[in-house]
């Protein structure tokens, strides 16, 4: 039995002796602190960043302080509601752990010396050193690596106006990027950022390898609530009983790496068996003869051997789904980034769909549309670089203008977006050219990409490392300057674009002033950009101004968005309202769902999915599962001490039988080891049947080692460090990281932490 | 008169922890203490492992036991059945957190006990508790037990099956656990 927020209430009962506190006499008019309600609360509507779902927020302000985040009740993706990291923003606000001042080094790279700076001092010192190195190597030797709600204004912004093509984002090769380019190759739209599935109105879901419930997106959560209340029936496969699996009707506990198998299987079933929408396939899809020669040997008996999961089961499920078509989806799960076939995974499972007939139908999936907006009219930016996004660009041809090179990673990959991980290696061999400088924004680099002594090294070598952070991260520790970025509820952002079945422009504003002396990306960025002689791409003064001159080309008024918080237009969910419009939406070479891709073909690479075994874990290791807590954003959270009394530290879950062989109990801490040597924990184990016996099981983002971190600190391990190799999607360019496998060391100490309660003392609310 | 009571459905809680989160910030409860807590409660099914997510707070006890042993009459009982207490009143004698069954009570570090109260002062202004306004499933349903038209009772007329925390201690809890995943109801200790 676990508790969050955790056992002292037992502890409280057992040892009243406790209560001796008592003894110090609370005289009995002890004046009560005024509850933050019975004062003068102002709200105002702003747009959480706790994660990306981006989720519209009512900001409850008394005594000049943020008191309570409540879901906008107006806003149709989030109705009133908000998931625990969003009820919990205000922790990582007023967190007296954050960033306070400009930083310059004065030690060693990853010595965390640091001597406070002036804003003026730190800003001029990172435009004399970008400048000195475009003069030696060009603009593209400096790298943009962002993650989080100010990020465009580096990324999409000052990376554009300076001239670098080499920005990159983990959101992408470290998660969606497979997702995006099989959906842009399939159906010629991308997934997005807000999974495009009309949940509500499904009959029969499947999912795979999708946490929803443990990753707390609002409105998907909520959605997928409401379609259970509903009777919708619920398939789950994972090698784990995962908090989704919990809530299934089946749980298909499939040998992990084995899902293309299962997904060929299937189709096979629904063709086999004329189960799939032949009028659908017909009107909308290419491809289908050769699709169906290619799949007559993928029985579910010939999936069964690989998957582990038994023949009368696969077919019982394909039945189930024809039955239920066009109201039987398998939405897409987020992070794809597994095995490195994972652009082919997500083809079958786009194909197995399309077969369904569900692609723009209700219960299905609906097609999303971005807002209609305008670009701030500054000068044309020398360059587009394609960072990507959760929604971004995903496919097409790499135009390089005159003058500038093409983007460091390799270059090779069907996605237009750059791939994070490809561009460490050229900062160690400068090949294709070198890269000698890095601009991070938010993103924690040792919890985000893999192979981290290979970051780390890559570091060293930088000649100019810059981190923009709210807290004191790992990976600052290794910059040159270090600057204090604002929190949400700080600062504004630029106009945040929602594709979503009626699309919807949010705003994020500040509803308080930046405490200490932290800064907003947009200013950060414009006071860089004046100093590094590209003052033309600026003309707007101050933030509030851009904002309304994007607004106002479309009718709009910053005024008016500051009051309501959103401003939601018209979309065109469905392809009968498509239809209607004589329009098509399938923006694929040939116009149709694509089953079969000619142009992989073309390019070499399976034009249909095919299986490829994965490495087996070697004896004694289990193959390195990694998922979500409901309560924490990848490694941003661990430090808010509301969210992390809810859930402290990770565990390591293992199969009782394994146990029992290693001799370990839950409650016991080990170590985790991986075949490169690298050693992680001390972790606790977890005990569990919800868990197959050739893998374990771990949360992201625990593990934090980063001294300033004086709440996270030490508590947990980090799957990222034990993620020394990944695989490399050739045509996503992402990195599968399921391919890492890890021992049990038992007789690893238990940490010794203070009470949470006690750390936090000063951190009351 | 009301009488304010909750439902919560255990199919569709997660345990994502948002109302508890929630309670935090709404009641300032301080760091090392908590109002609302989740129990994970995993036990083996008739095919896999059972899980049961199962969020915790006082229960405003239609008997509530923590009441008649206080010494200077701090833990009350409402009208409207909320159990509340009166700080200024409160001397830490910590007799209701023994008395309560549940462990729904703790000291607080201003010296004077605390626990839930329904969000009181937001029932005042006609909003639900905020662990209510937040479940993002929607697991969580609050109302007035006496409205037969009302949400609540709708919620309790439409669960498979109704569970309160040890009923045999006839204490009467007025929040009631729906659609146990268990055939036979809660897990854990019951």
Redesign the interface.
């Known amino acids: ?6 056992t ?3 502890l ?2 057992a040892t ?1 002796g ?2 001796g ?2 003894a110090e006499a ?1 005289p ?3 004046e ?2 005024r ?4 004062g003068e609360v102002t709200t105002l509507p702003s747009t959480c960043d706790q994660c990306f779902w981006k989720c519209s927020i009512l900001v409850r302000v008394e005594g000049g302080r943020v ?5 906008h009740p107006e806003n149709p993706r989030t109705r ?9 923003g ?1 922790g990582q606000l007023y967190d007296p752990d954050r960033l306070k001042y400009p930083l310059l080094r004065t030690g060693e790279r990853g010595e965390g010396k640091f001597k406070k700076a002036s804003w003026e001092e730190a800003l001029d010192f990172i435009a004399e050193r970008m400048l000195a190195l475009k003069e030696r190597y060009g603009p593209e030797t400096i790298a943009f690596f962002t993650h989080g709600g100010g990020e465009s204004w580096f990324s999409e912004y000052l990376a554009a106006a300076w001239g670098s093509p080499n920005v990159a984002k983990p959101a992408v090769s470290v998660c969606v990027a497979p997702r995006e380019t099989a959906s842009q190759w399939t159906f010629g739209r991308p997934v997005g950022g807000h999974a495009p599935v009309d949940w509500t109105n499904a009959r029969y879901i499947v999912l795979i390898g999708h946490h929803i ?2 990753d ?1 997106h ?1 409105t998907q ?2 959605d ?3 379609a ?2 509903r009777g919708a029936k619920l398939v789950v496969v994972d090698p784990r ?1 995962s ?1 989704a699996a ?2 299934a009707h089946r ?1 298909l506990a499939i040998k992990p790496g084995t899902d293309l198998a299962l997904l060929l299987a299937w189709i096979h079933v629904l063709i086999k068996e004329d189960l799939y929408d032949a009028d659908y396939v017909a009107r909308y899809t290419t491809g289908f003869e050769a699709l169906r020669a290619h799949v007559e040997p993928f029985t579910p008996e010939w999936a069964a051997e690989i998957t582990e999961i038994p023949a009368d089961t696969i077919r019982q499920v394909a039945r189930e789904l024809g039955a239920h078509r066009p109201r039987a989806v398998l939405p897409p799960s987020r992070h794809t980034v597994w095995y490195g076939d994972d652009t082919q995974r997500m083809r079958a499972l786009f194909i197995l769909n399309a077969l369904l007939g569900n692609y723009g139908r209700e219960g299905g999936f609906y097609l999303a549309k971005a807002p209609y907006l305008e670009k701030y009219p500054h000068p044309p930016f020398p360059l587009e670089p394609a960072a990507g996004g959760c929604g971004g660009a995903s496919a097409g041809k790499e135009e390089v203008p005159e003058g500038f090179r093409p983007r460091a990673d390799k270059g090779k990959f069907f996605a237009k977006s750059t791939a994070i991980q490809e561009l460490i290696e050229p900062m160690l061999t400068g090949e294709p050219y070198p890269i000698k400088g890095l601009f991070a924004y938010g993103t924690n680099l040792f919890a985000a990409i893999p192979n981290v002594p290979r970051t780390k090294k890559a570091l060293e070598a930088l000649e100019l490392f810059v981190a923009v952070d709210v807290l004191p991260q790992e990976y600052t520790l290794w910059a040159d300057v270090v600057l204090p970025d604002a929190t949400y509820l700080e600062r504004y952002d630029d106009l945040i674009a929602i594709a979503y079945k009626d699309p919807l422009i949010q705003l994020r504003q500040p509803a308080v002033e930046p405490l200490w002396e932290a800064r907003p990306a947009w200013w950060i960025a414009r006071e860089l950009g004046i100093r590094l002689g590209l003052s033309r791409f600026f003309p707007w003064k101050d933030v509030e101004e851009y904002l309304e001159a994007r607004l106002s080309a479309i009718g709009q008024s910053l005024e008016a968005l500051k009051e309501k918080g959103f401003i939601q237009q018209r979309g065109r969910p469905w392809l009968s309202s498509w239809e209607r419009w004589r329009q098509n939406p399938f923006k694929t070479p040939s116009g149709k769902i694509e089953l079969y891709s000619e142009t992989f073909a073309e390019a070499g690479l399976d034009p249909l999915p095919r299986y490829t075994p994965h490495p087996e874990p070697p004896p004694g290791h289990y193959r390195l599962l990694y998922g979500r807590s ?2 924490h954003s990848f490694s941003k959270t661990q430090n808010n ?3 992390l ?3 402290p530290e990770n565990e390591v879950w293992i199969h009782p039988d394994e146990a029992e062989r290693l001799g370990v109990e839950t409650g016991q801490y080990v170590w985790l080891e991986n075949p490169d040597g690298v050693r992680e924990g001390p972790v606790r184990v977890w005990v ?3 868990i197959r016996r050739d893998c374990v099981y771990l949360v992201h983002g625990f593990g934090h080692r980063a001294p300033g971190l004086r709440l996270a600190r030490g508590r947990g391990a980090s799957d990222t460090a034990l993620q020394t190799r990944y695989d490399l999607d050739p045509i996503s360019g992402g990195a599968g990281l399921r391919n890492n496998f890890v021992r049990l060391v038992p007789g690893a100490p238990r940490p010794q932490h203070p ?7 000063e ?3 | 008169m009301a009488r304010y009571a909750m439902a919560i459905d255990l ?2 809680c ?5 109302c ?3 309670c ?11 109002r ?7 036990e ?1 099914g008739p095919s ?4 049961e ?1 199962r969020p915790e707070q006082c229960y405003h006890c239609e008997n509530p036991p923590c009441v008649p042993v206080c010494p200077t009459g701090a833990t009350y009982q409402r009208q409207d059945g909320l159990v509340l207490l009166n ?3 409160c ?4 007799a209701c ?2 008395a309560c069954p549940y ?1 729904s ?3 607080h570090p ?3 006990v605390d626990k839930c109260t329904f969000c009181a ?2 029932l005042e202004a006609g909003r639900d508790p ?1 662990c209510v ?7 969580r349903v609050f109302g007035d037990l006496e409205d037969e038209e009302g949400r609540l009772r709708a919620a309790l007329a439409s669960a498979r099956r109704v569970d309160v925390r040890k009923p045999h201690l006839g204490t009467e809890p007025r929040l009631f656990y729906l659609n146990a ?1 268990r055939a036979t109801g809660l897990g ?1 200790e019951e």
Request: with cysteine; glycine share 8%; hydrophobic share 40%.
């Open positions: 039995m676990k508790l969050k927020r955790r002292f209430i037992q409280a009962a009243l406790a209560f506190l008592r609370k009995f008019f002890l009560r602190r509850p933050w309600y019975r008191r309570k985040l409540e879901g009133g509601r908000l998931c625990p990291r969003g009820q919990g205000l419930g443990e707390t609002n959560l909520q997928f609530a409401q259970l209340r009983l908090t919990a809530k749980w409901p309560v001490w509301i969210l009394e809810m859930d569990t049947r919800r009470p949470i309660g006690r750390l936090a003392r951190r009351r609310l | 199919e569709a997660v345990g994502c922890a948002a508890a989160v929630a935090v910030t709404e009641n300032q409860v301080p760091p090392g203490v908590t609302l807590w989740i129990r994970e409660i995993e083996e896999r492992p059972q899980v997510f700080p200024t009143k001397i830490a004698c910590g957190v023994v462990d009570r703790f000291l201003d010296g004077h002062h937001r905020a306004e937040t479940c993002p499933t929607g697991a995943p854990g």
